[in-house]
């Protein structure tokens, strides 16, 4: 056998040990081939991608090469696919022509609910129409949605679509034919740079001008409507009378809330109930959203199933899950219509509606896949979503719900065990699962609540688990039942049931919101910080392994970003009012006069605002001056009519800035080294924000920030013909 040693031939070689480098390369590649169809989820990413993306250009951009990308790039990822390519090259390319579909689908939705914007008219006119539906009340009043006919210095073709009109007085019900006499502007603009732009949200609610009336409503003689305005205004109508019996069954006050939550109008909402439910963390359950959704059609579908299951000749002939299924799915379209479908409700009933149908498929109801497509179906039939907190706030809720689930551990069943223990351990489990499941949820809108409403609730999980059984098992489905019956009589048991819900619900709120400390102020990060979460919260969500945690701190961009230097002043659009920062406040020259404008800048810049003291300013009827340059940085003159020479100079001799709701034609000497701005920069700016620099003064303004897009283009007010 030769010199060799045998027992040497059977001793294996050594094993060659990996180095760290491969063993890191060999994990990662079982982290991405672990995926398999979960790549499929960001596809829906990629697309509201594509319409974000479309929403931050400054300028608008024409169809045409949109088009072509996505045509482009759709035919390469099927070529690909046709190819038999590998997935590092169909990957990309898919997610490149989800990408340029998303951008394509926000220009044509654009371009197809593009409509009349009013002017802004320098006198009061008069204005004819329908009122399609009541608006939720605001600071000045109650407020309606109009269909106008006839207003008077447009004509036909520049008439808005819809109004929204601040009306004195109760409302007037759907349906009734109107005519105001008030003031006619555009819908406004943002408050401050990058803050909340309302008139974007109403471009695509077909919006296209707001009125303030200066007297009562009166009726009017009016041609009959097209029949899909009467359809619309039917509908509304009975809408308004449900919530008017619900009033009328429980108080104003709780009958207020109920009516919210079933028909979607606030108008009896007393001020401080909605001041306790967003300082407690309960104000979503007001807004008709994915939770009133789930809570209506999850009751329905549990009902149903269960009255199949009794009866057992119809149990032996069908399928109880999917005749539930349907009975739900009828439930979610009813509800959808009863509400008044708001944009929230829609894009609530299109992801519980996916879930019906996907056990009517005999597929799994509550999935990551069913998620994604129920996100596809909202993002191309309302691209503008994506840009709003309601939708954000939604679906990174969700996606964190059902990560949760899929995370969950299967719970092993008991053996023997007796009844009081089996209770015992299954009440535990569901107060631990409410507990994970809230706070997994304000987890996962939490950047998004600090982006958008500068306010955290810092009691919002301790006031979301109180009240949570209480809203999912009673006060939703008496509230449900009751609407259902109450048309014909029957509803006051179950309404009184759900009245006795609101009542606690209430309590529960205004004690959270008494609490030291309830609420927090939260500066805005940069605006491309929030997209850095978004991405960090969804990666946690979707990826599957380990290396999902690697988004928990871009998840948590919004809260460690460190926040831009706070603005020196700030001068709201039109320059009626100002307000200027100091310390951790924000000093109002005008307090009651545009306030909502400045609360929402100052929460923004997460400060305090609180109103000007009377000592060290000088004040007229139509402006006011620091007496010395530490009273304040700004001269305010919100007349209508420009100050004199000597008035002027005396403003520009007090402040190093000087604001004049009117148009100045020439400055005195006085104002030399004085920033003055006028009527002619609010005009084309919109509000401004400006900081002090060793160089001078750096300003900012809205128009800058929102570019020249459909919904920020004015029309000349000169244009009315005079009709």
Known sequence: MGGGSVRAALIPPETAIPSLGARFAAWLADEVSGQGLRWRLWTPVAFGGGCGVYFLLKAEPPLWPLVLAALATSILWLAARRTGQPRRITLPLLMLACFALGMTAAKIRTERVEGPIAPAMSQPTLVEGWVLDVDSPGQRGHRIVVAPTRIRGLGPEATPIRLRATIKGEPPPPGSPVRLFGILNPPPAPASPGAYDFGRNAFFQGMGGVVFALGETRPAQLDEPPWRLRLMMAVNGARYALAQRIVARLGERTGGVAAAMVTGHETWIQQDDLDAMRDSGLAHILSISGLHMAVVGGFVFFAVRLGVAAWPWLALRVSGRKV????????????????????????????????????????????????????????????????????QMSFAATAALVALVEAWPARPREISAPWPIVAVQRFGGWIFAACMASLVAGMATGPFAMQHFNRTAIYGLFANLATS??????????????????????????????????????????????LPGAVQTVASAPDYVLPIAFLGVLWVCLWKGRLRWLGLPFACAVMIWP????????????????????????????????????????????LALVARPDEGWTCQRYGCAPVSPGAGPIALWWGKRAPDAEALAALCASAPVVSSRARLSVLPAACEGTLVLDGVDYARGGAVELWRTPQGWRAVWTSDVRGDRPWSRLPDPDSADGA
């Open 563 to 606: 926040r831009a230097p706070t603005p020196t002043l700030w001068i709201g659009d039109g320059g009626t009012n100002a307000a200027f920062s100091e310390g951790r406040e924000a000093v109002a020259i005008r307090p009651g006069v545009r306030e909502f404008a400045a609360d929402l800048w100052s929460r923004r810049r997460g």
């Open 324 to 391: 539930a299924a349907v009975a739900g799915l009828a439930a979610v379209l009813a509800y959808l219509i009863v509400s008044g479908a708001p944009p929230p409700a829609e894009r609530a009933a299109i992801t519980a509606s996916i879930a019906f149908i996907a056990i009517l498929l005999d597929r799994q109801a509550i999935t990551m896949h069913g998620l994604a497509v129920a996100a596809l179906i909202v993002l191309a039939t309302q691209p503008e979503a994506i840009v709003t907190p309601g939708f």
């Open 469 to 514: 059984p209480v809203a999912d098992f009673i006060m939703m489905p008496a509230l449900a039942l009751g609407a259902l019956l109450e048309p014909v009589g029957l509803g006051g048991p179950f309404l009184w049931v759900a009245g006795k819900g609101v009542d606690l619900m209430l309590a529960i709120g205004h004690w959270t919101a008494d």
